[in-house]
């Protein structure tokens, strides 16, 4: 069974940094690539960060760059989103995404599998 287990969202302050995990179970993390996306209230869910597991390549939207950055760490099954230099236009649930199919955008929802359960980030002026 596949699980994607995401942790470390919260409550932060315009400036403030957060770390977000997400723990993909068995094989699914060997295959194919990982993305970090949200969705705010009222708002369709968006990529924010992707990355090929063991590869180098690595994306971003437009909005995050500069201050987010998306890692592995192959050992444990993690993947990372750093989180720096926050505003409060970044609020919204944060989820992790696993199994995306070749060939198909990091950026989009319908790319990936499997999906977590969401950590909510919320960042105050």
């Known amino acids: 069974q596949v699980q994607l287990v995401e942790s470390g969202g919260g409550s932060v302050q315009t400036g403030g940094s957060l770390r977000l995990s997400c723990v993909v179970s068995g094989d699914t993390y060997s295959s194919g690539g990982i993305g970090w996306f949200r969705q705010a209230p009222g708002k369709e869910r968006e990529g924010v960060a992707g990355?090929?597991?063991?590869?180098?390549?690595?994306y971003y939207a437009d909005s995050v760059k500069g201050r987010f950055t998306i890692s592995q760490d192959n050992a444990k099954n993690t993947v990372y989103l750093q989180m720096n230099s926050l505003k409060p236009e970044d609020t919204a649930m944060y989820y992790c995404a696993a199994g995306r199919r070749r060939g198909y955008g990091w950026d989009l929802p319908g790319s990936y599998l499997y999906w977590g359960q969401g950590t909510l980030v919320t960042v105050s002026s």
């Open positions: 990355l090929v597991v063991a590869g180098t390549l690595t």
